[in-house]
């Protein structure tokens, strides 16, 4: 199963932005759907980069993948 999402978890959102992103209700509901659910790949693109993350963490913005 994958996830895909625009915004992030919050605790990768203290990974990427050092500080300077702020958690707010939506991120602390993607953390529990993390908790809660089983996924391979995680893709997501709000923060405007290119990063694999704890491996299954795919932050794109320049790249565009097929999700079947």
């Not at 915004?7 to 908790?35: C, M, N, R, W």
């Not at 893709?43 to 795919?58: M, P």
Request: proline share 1%; charged share 25%.
């Amino acid at each position: 199963m994958k996830k895909l999402t625009n915004q992030f978890i919050s605790i990768i959102v203290d990974q990427l932005g050092a500080g300077g992103y702020a958690h707010d209700p939506l991120t602390d509901y993607l953390e529990e759907v993390k908790e809660r659910t089983r996924f391979h790949y995680w893709l997501f693109g709000h923060y405007h980069d290119n990063k694999i993350l704890d491996d299954r963490f795919v932050l794109l913005w320049e790249q565009m993948i097929r999700v079947v």
